[in-house]
């Protein structure tokens, strides 16, 4: 099982930038995917985007692929997403989630992932 925090959310102003952070820790990511989820409240947890640890594949959200980019630094076990022309509809708690790699999901389904950070608040005024 692998433990993740995610940190880096708070209030921001539309148009502005930002970095979410997610460590994780309790074991190899070697064959593992993560993901970026967000939830807003009274919407459906959305997927964000996502990548293969040791080969560094990633997979994005078609809505979102023009302002989001995730990244890993291996040897921190940190997963990265930054996030640009934030919007006020960006507004969610973030979560980071992690999965084995292999099964019959795809990387942008939540049923792929078995262990989710609590999340972070990421906020955006108008």
């Known amino acids: 099982q692998v433990q993740l925090v995610e940190s880096g959310g708070g209030l921001v102003q539309a148009g502005d930038s930002l970095r979410l952070s997610c460590a994780a820790s309790?074991?190899?990511?070697?064959?593992?995917?993560m993901g970026w989820f967000r939830q807003a409240p009274g919407k459906e947890r959305e997927f964000v985007a996502a990548?293969?640890?040791?080969?560094?594949?990633?997979y994005y959200s078609p809505s979102l692929k023009y302002r989001v980019t995730i990244s890993r630094d291996n040897a921190k076990n940190t997963m990265y997403l930054h996030m640009s022309s934030l919007r006020p509809e960006d507004t969610a708690v973030y979560h980071c989630a992690a999965g084995w790699q292999s099964g019959v999901y795809t990387d942008t389904a939540t049923e792929a992932y078995t262990d989710w950070g609590p999340g972070t608040q990421v906020t955006v005024s108008s």
């Open positions: 990548i293969r640890w040791t080969r560094g594949t990633t």
């Open positions: 309790g074991g190899s990511l070697t064959n593992y995917r």
